[in-house]
């Protein structure tokens, strides 16, 4: 029976909505924010997103999108996967969470975001996100049989498409046992004074064509596992470079597969194996005095 302080999202959040901290909120099903509406969250804030198969969803997965053009005015948020009982559970099973921005064209897991000059800028404001368990795997083992059930393309934790450095205004994000990358970010320009990702299933960080900042911290532990091609760091160029700054002043703690086919330019952090079949662990941990950059300009 669900707990009559949980109140379930809208499919279609259509007005400005603001959610209070004296309530928890679940995703069940697709629900997207509309361009031209913002969803305020007050502090300290928990979602929770419901796992399991939602035919209508786009993902057909619980999945929390910020449309074109929509808006997040917030602080500290959470969101934890849950199961059919708004219990949290430490299983990723649904859609995650996903920004669309008016900067650049950008389409993946069907999911499709078109420049439209008509539509205003999105705007993402946030001091914090931290999430756990979101995404989808592409296998699982069943309960029931104990065998391997496939079941499509696996889904990022954080997904960011299309949007650019006017449109983004969130402090740090956390991003805790996704299902896939961390955070994927593509044809994209951000920046985040934090970043943390903790044992995501696949890689750490993604950038697609995209140029993301990090100025204070960035912590990746994707700790080597039994599987392959599971990186730190990965980086794809179809549609133009990727780059990481990584600023002045900023505290980095690597530690897994550092990633293939990239470029790292830096005087502090010791040079990693960049092979095509490298598996072998990287780890480094200190304060930047000076600012390093890694980036691909033609290989993914």
């Excluded at 279609?12 to 099903?29: C, D, E, F, H, M």
């Excluded at 946030?126 to 989808?136: C, D, E, P, V």
Aim: net charge positive.
């Amino acid at each position: 029976m669900k707990n009559p302080s949980i109140e379930i999202l809208p499919s279609r959040i259509r007005k400005n909505k603001t959610l209070s901290a004296k309530k928890i909120y679940a995703v069940q099903g697709e629900v997207r924010i509309l361009k031209n509406v913002c969803l305020t969250i007050q502090d300290q804030v928990t979602l929770l997103v419901i796992n399991g198969v939602f035919k209508n969803s786009i993902t057909k997965r619980s999945t929390l999108i910020f449309d074109q053009g929509s808006k997040l005015s917030a602080k500290r948020i959470k969101l934890k996967a849950a199961n059919e009982h708004f219990k949290p559970v430490k299983q990723a099973g649904n859609g995650g969470l996903w920004f669309l921005g008016n900067f650049a064209d950008a389409s993946k897991d069907e999911i499709k975001n078109s420049i439209n000059r008509k539509n205003p800028l999105s705007s993402f404001t946030a001091q914090s996100i931290a999430t756990s368990y979101l995404g989808r795997k592409e296998k699982y083992l069943s309960p029931k049989t104990g065998k391997t059930i496939g079941i499509g393309d696996d889904i990022d934790g954080i997904s960011v498409l299309g949007v650019g450095p006017k449109e983004w205004s969130i402090t740090s994000i956390k991003s805790h046992h996704s299902a896939d990358d961390g955070i994927d970010i593509k044809n994209s320009h951000i920046k985040l004074s934090r970043l943390e990702v903790i044992a995501p299933t696949e890689d750490g960080i993604n950038l697609s064509s995209s140029r993301l900042e990090i100025h204070k911290s960035l912590r990746l532990n994707v700790e080597k596992t039994s599987v392959t091609d599971r990186d730190l760091i990965d980086m794809e160029t179809n549609d133009g470079a990727s780059y990481l700054e990584l600023h002045s002043g900023c505290n980095v703690n690597l530690s897994g597969v550092f990633g293939d086919e990239v470029v790292l330019s830096s005087g502090e952090i010791p040079k990693p194996n960049l092979r095509s079949n490298n598996e072998s662990n990287f780890h480094f941990v200190g304060k930047l005095k000076k600012s390093a950059l890694i980036y691909s300009i033609d290989q993914n």
